[in-house]
Structures are given as C-alpha cells and as structure tokens.
C-alpha cells in the first residue's frame, strides 16, 4: 500500500516533531521532510528528488508566511497538493490560502482520525475542510454580506450546475458525479469550468466556500 509522503512545514519545532511522530508512527504518511517557514520550504523543495504528495502548511510563519508559500510552490509545482494547518485565529488568512491554491484546512487542535482523514481525501484528489473551519467560514462571511446578497448571487446557477456543484462538495469525481446524473465525465468536466467561471472561483476548494457562503451546501 502506497504511504503518502509528507512535508511539514511550521515555525514550532515541538508541534512538527510531534506531527511527524504521530505521521509516521500511526502509518498515516512518510515524512520526508520539513521547515520552519515558508522560504526555508521553497529553498528545500527545489532540492528533493521526489515533491512530496502532501504539504501540511502553517499560515503565520516568520520570513515567509503560508500564503505566499503555497502560492510560490504551486507555480513551481502545480502538482503540489497543500493541507492548510490553521488556529482558530487565522480566519483572514482563509480565503487567501484558498486562492494560493490550497486544498483544504486543518485545525491545529484535530485529532489522529482528521489527520488521517485530511491526508486522504487530499492525496486523493478532494478538498478537506475541519467541520470547525467550515463553521468558522460561514459565521464570518455573515458578519460581512446579508442572505439576500447571497441568494441573488446563487441565483445565477442552473439547476444542473446547482446539483453538480453539491456533488462536487460531497467529494465526488467527474466520474461519480457522472454515474450519479446518467451523464459522461466530460460533460461534468465542462459543467465544472463552466461553475468555476460563473463563480469567479479558482479552484474546487473555492467552490465549496462559495457554496457555503451561498446555502447551497448546509452543514
């Protein structure tokens, strides 16, 4: 069985040591590497024979922080896949992580099951998000935007797009997603541009905070 191999990357030596143990020792993942910012990453990445499958990135971090980091490491490597390691404090970073190019979030604080989950659901291609975060995501847009706002907003979105686009938060593939609606990958495939253009969104993490923010998805 394939083990994922792990990056980690957070200016807390005690809380990285103790992430790799918990990685490596649950057989979760490989660690093979790790930094204490964001420009140590990149300067070390540009090193490695292998890019890793999974990057488990701080956000706040001296030098160079996660955002730019991530943004800098996907333009090199568009490949990479990064998981967010986020605290509750941290909210204004969110969606600049996810225009970076991040795949999710994961709480500091989650236990070995949400870990595991995260690096799973990532490495395989979806968006993960702490249930905590997704919470977090929709109490901020509402201090910011009204219902009415958001449905207006919605509203632009055919019915099919509406169900392709919950499909797509389930974590479902073009290919499920086609088996699901009786129609092929492909027309997902350009079902899903077609979403990402109207949305103004950037990626399939972005299109599940843009169906929060809209109630398409209810948590």
Known sequence: MHKNNVYIVDDH????????SIINNEEIGLVIGEAKNGQEFLDKLDLEENI??????DIDMPIM?????????IERYPELKVLALTMFGDESYYYKMVDAGAKGF???TSGITDL?????TVSGGDVFFSSEILHRIISTFNRRTSNNLSAASAAKLTEREHEILKLICNGFTNERIGEELFISPQT??????KLLEKTGSN???????????NNIIEL
């Open 106 to 108: 994961l709480l500091k």
């Open 65 to 73: 922080n996660g955002v730019e980091a991530t943004r800098l490491a």
């Open 116 to 120: 595991e989950n995260a690096i799973a």
């Open 203 to 213: 990626n399939t993490a972005s299109l599940v905070i843009y169906a929060i923010k």
């Open 188 to 193: 997902v495939k350009g079902h899903r541009s």
């Open 13 to 20: 030596e005690i809380f990285r040591d103790g992430l790799k």
């Open 52 to 57: 890793p499958d999974i990057v488990l990135m």
